[in-house]
């Protein structure tokens, strides 16, 4: 594990989140906890249904499933198994290709309000066809928050070598203990990162978010409708993006190095510098300004941080000044929360 530290040095105070390992450090054996899980609801099962016109009606009828031994509305095994391999993309970034699923065992059913977290053994490795590449056979299991194995799904992916991606080139691994990817878990497992503690953050270094997001004019759409804004520019043929939703992008990229905040205490000076184009990729890179003690919470920091979003032209599209509440060391439900 010495080699797996999740941000690289840009420049002096400067550093580019990176996720995900090269094919080279995995090996046959290793246990990957990831990290965060997910919570599953019924309208999440009920969407999944109908937007792929499953017309199995016992994920979406409830009546009828009350009638039947689950009692309740099943899940969508199709949806738990999009939950499970996206939630291990932490850990497998530099996956180019699924190059098969040898066997899907659905082993306990999911309901509205479970909770699910993943964990993948490495099981296989192997060199490609390509030389970018190489072959790993992979087995994820997913279990609900009462520890219950749920499924489990045996496969094979490929995946990038070193420096075979395009932010590979320039980018030095910043090997510091606060940097590193996992932690040690239970019979030797890695655990996924959730972001830097308070001690962790210095004054006037910079993190680059990364990767971006891309915000279109669709998904614009649909958080402007479910906020009651029915002004025409968000909704019309040729939509501008829905300025809230873009501070809130802005906000979300941040949360890969602040992931272990306790909650946000407020924005100041929010700036919208120019719209957001349809399609357009943000990236976002956030600089420490400032840190404290909390007065009333030994257990916690306050940060402050300022933040800009920048287009693809690298001009901002968002800026804004923020103070957050951070756990320390060791503190926090992290451990009763299996993190």
Not at 92 to 120: H, K, Q, S, W
Not at 164 to 170: C, G, I, T, V, Y
Request: proline content about 5%.
């Amino acid at each position: 594990m010495s080699g797996f530290f999740g941000y690289a040095k840009r420049a002096p105070y400067r550093y580019r989140e990176r996720f995900g390992l090269a094919f080279e450090e995995f090996e046959i054996g290793q246990v990957f906890e990831h990290r965060p899980g997910v919570d599953v609801t019924q309208q999440d099962n009920l969407e999944e249904a109908l937007e792929t016109q499953n017309n199995a009606q016992l994920h979406y009828d409830s009546h009828y499933a009350r009638q039947t031994e689950w009692a309740h509305p099943l899940g969508v095994s199709t949806m738990t198994i999009q939950r499970l391999l996206g939630m291990t993309s932490r850990t497998f970034y530099r996956r180019r290709n699924f190059l098969g699923l040898d066997e899907i065992a659905m082993t306990r059913p999911v309901f509205g309000g479970d909770t699910l977290y993943a964990c993948t053994r490495i099981t296989g490795k192997a060199e490609g066809g390509d030389t970018r590449v190489g072959n790993l056979s992979l087995v994820t299991e997913g279990h609900n928050q009462h520890g219950k194995r749920i499924a489990k799904i045996t496969y094979r992916i490929e995946v990038f070598r070193a420096g075979q991606l395009p932010e590979d080139e320039h980018l030095a691994i910043a090997e510091e203990e606060r940097f590193r990817l996992y932690h040690p878990g239970r019979e030797g497992a890695l655990v996924e990162q959730t972001g830097l503690y308070f001690e962790d953050f210095v004054e006037g270094e910079s993190f680059e978010h990364w990767p971006g997001m891309s915000i279109d004019a669709a998904e614009s759409r649909r958080h402007a409708l479910r906020s009651l804004e029915i002004n025409p520019r968000y909704s019309c043929a040729t939509p501008q993006i829905f300025e809230p939703f873009v501070i809130g992008a802005v906000t979300a990229l941040t949360t890969r190095t602040f992931g272990r905040v306790v909650a946000n205490l407020g924005w100041t000076e929010v700036a919208l510098p120019r719209p957001v184009r349809p399609g357009e990729t943000i990236r976002a890179i956030s600089t420490v300004t400032g840190k404290r003690e909390s007065a009333k919470r030994p257990d916690q920091g306050i940060l402050h941080v300022e933040t800009s979003g920048n287009g693809e032209d690298d001009t901002p599209v968002c800026r804004f000044k923020r103070a957050l509440l951070v756990y320390k060391q060791g503190l926090g439900p992290y451990a009763k929360a299996g993190y």
